[in-house]
């Protein structure tokens, strides 16, 4: 509306047929959104769904989204609110957003960054009842890592996406959520703490309880490291073999990637410095056997740490997005299940 000129405004208020379309589709779009979300019945209840994913494309003017997963994700919460399902959807708000291209005359591509927060963004901040911005935190690198939260209406459907771009955070930490797919290989694991377990936190601080976690591709994965401490913090006498059982029972996940390659992976020693041994302690785990989580190969220690593997341990199912892909990821990851036979290991990724 900033970039409309005033009198193009008035004279489209002044046109009868044009106010008639706009009132007729304001009123549909307000008897759209008024439908509570169906929550089935009480023998067969729909299922309250958080659906975590890096990256969103719901459109162009939220450039948070690179290519196939974020226009998949879009997608998802586009007929998701056509369904009229109860789901919440988790993401980040990256201040850069994912780089435009051009291509120069001389053939070479160009990227720009625009700054997100100098445009016009539809969204609302998140707050609390009395009024002051809802935050969470998560530790990162020996210090509490404050971040805010977003809001943006995708029909019926909230997505909430954290950013860490506030005064209180060093330069640095403000930066985490400042570019989509940039940084290096640290900037990448802290950038899914705080989608994992910044996530899972900010669906406490809101009030939603999921009946289901959908890890839409392994940037999600540490989400379900937070719900086993969640779990552990409740069940003092429990250990993460029983932990692990309990977040599996809520946990789904889709892989989008079919080479190895294009799976995130990260040094062993690097992500330990990522996270503190306080929260590996409440864990009731080692440093191995948290890195062995990751790990496609138990025998290999000097494996890297991989979110795939690890959302697959967590997860009570895993599925690809294509028959196709299905097969394809059945092969790539056979090797996590010794003595399996890809016969069976067909029922067991699905």
Known sequence: MENVESFRLCVRACDPAYVGRLKHFAERQAAYLAVPPDEGTPLAPTPKIAYFCAEYGVHNSLPIYSGGLGILAGDHLKSASDMNLPLTAIGLLYRYGFFRQHVNHEGWQEETYNDLFESELALSPVLREDGSRLTVSVHIRGREVVCQAWLAKVGRISLYLLDTNVPENSEVDRLITGHLYGGDSETRIVQEKVLGIGGVRLLRAIGFEPDVYHLNEGHAGFSTLELAYEFLLRNPDKNFADAIEAVRKQCVFTTHTPVAA?????????????????????????????????????????????????????????????????????????????????????????
């Open 262 to 350: 294009g799976n995130d992976t990260f040094e062993p020693g690097l992500l330990l410095e990522c996270f503190s041994q306080e929260y590996l302690q409440a864990l009731k785990i080692s440093n191995s056997e948290f890195l062995a989580l990751g790990r496609a190969n138990l025998a290999d220690d000097k494996e890297y740490f991989g979110m795939t593997p690890l959302a697959i341990r967590m997860c009570r199912s895993s599925n690809g997005v294509s028959e196709k892909h299905g097969h394809v990821s059945r092969g790539l990851w056979l090797k996590m299940f010794p003595g399996l036979s890809d016969a069976r290991q067909y029922r067991s990724l699905r």
